[in-house]
T-cell receptor
Framework: EDQVTQSPEALRLQEGESSSLNCSYT??????LFWYRQDPGKGPEFLFT???AGEEKEKERLKATLTKKESFLHITAPKPEDSATYLC??????????FGQGTELSVKP | DTEVTQTPKHLVMGMTNKKSLKCEQH?????MYWYKQKAKKPPELMFV???????INESVPSRFSPECPNSSLLNLHLHALQPEDSALYLC?????????????FGPGTRLTVL
C-alpha cells in the first residue's frame, strides 16, 4: 500500500537552530514528491516538487532533498515566521495525492 | 499568478440548509479538486474534475454534490449536512491530472454545521 510517514510529529526550535524534517514513503513508481507549508486555518502553500533520487531544491532557508525511500526538508537558521505545519505528499497509483500527517514546527525567538 | 480563490471564507449552516461553496482559478489549469480537512489532520481528497468531467469520487456521501460549470470554476453544493461535516474545505487546481503535477490550494472555507 502506498503511504507517507512524517517525523517528528512536532518540532520546537530556537531561532537560528537548524534542523531537518523527515518524510519516508512507499509507492510503486514515484510520480513526484511534494512539500507544502500550512499555516493554521489556511490552505497548504506549495513549496517544492522532487521527482528523482538525488534531486535537491532550495528556497530561502529551506532545502528539500530526495532519496529512493525518503525526503528531507532542511531548515537553516530558522526564524519565528517559519513556524507552520509542513506536509509531504506523493501521488499513488490511482492518481490520488496522499499526504503524511505533517510536522508541526515551532520556532521561538 | 498561482492563485486559487474560494468563497465564502466562513460558513455556518443548519442541518436543513442548502448552501454552496465556490472556487475559481485563472491559471488555465484543467484539473480541479475538493478536499476536506479536519483539525490536526492532513487534507483528504473528496472529488477530482479533469477537463470539466468528474474523474474521481472518493465515496463521498450524496449530501455533497460537486459541479464544474467551466474550466475555471468549481462548486460544492451542500444539503442536509451533519455536525461531523464541520471542517475546512479546500479547493485545489493543477495543470492536468496526468502527468502528475503540483496542486495549488485555495485558502479554504471554514464550515460549521449546527
Amino acid at each position: 500500500e502506498d503511504q507517507v510517514t512524517q517525523s517528528p510529529e512536532a518540532l520546537r526550535l530556537q531561532e537560528g537552530e537548524s534542523s531537518s524534517l523527515n518524510c519516508s514513503y512507499t509507492v510503486s513508481g514515484l510520480r513526484g514528491l511534494f512539500w507544502y507549508r500550512q499555516d493554521p486555518g489556511k490552505g497548504p502553500e506549495f513549496l517544492f516538487t522532487l521527482y528523482s533520487a538525488g534531486e535537491e531544491k532550495e528556497k530561502e532557508r529551506l532545502k528539500a532533498t530526495l532519496t529512493k525511500k525518503e525526503s528531507f526538508l532542511h531548515i537553516t537558521a530558522p526564524k519565528p515566521e517559519d513556524s507552520a505545519t509542513y506536509l509531504c505528499a506523493i501521488y499513488n497509483q490511482g492518481g490520488k495525492l496522499i499526504f503524511g500527517q505533517g510536522t508541526e514546527l515551532s520556532v521561538k525567538p | 499568478d498561482t492563485e486559487v480563490t474560494q468563497t465564502p471564507k466562513h460558513l455556518v449552516m443548519g442541518m436543513t440548509n442548502k448552501k454552496s461553496l465556490k472556487c475559481e482559478q485563472h491559471m488555465g489549469h484543467r484539473a480541479m479538486y475538493w478536499y476536506k480537512q479536519k483539525a490536526k489532520k492532513p487534507p483528504e481528497l473528496m472529488f477530482v474534475y479533469s477537463y470539466e468531467k468528474l474523474s474521481i469520487n472518493e465515496s463521498v456521501p450524496s449530501r455533497f454534490s460537486p459541479e464544474c460549470p467551466n474550466s475555471s470554476l468549481l462548486n460544492l453544493h451542500l444539503h442536509a449536512l451533519q455536525p461531523e461535516d464541520s471542517a475546512l474545505y479546500l479547493c485545489a487546481s493543477s495543470q492536468g491530472q496526468t502527468p502528475y503535477n503540483e496542486q495549488f490550494f485555495g485558502p479554504g472555507t471554514r464550515l460549521t454545521v449546527l
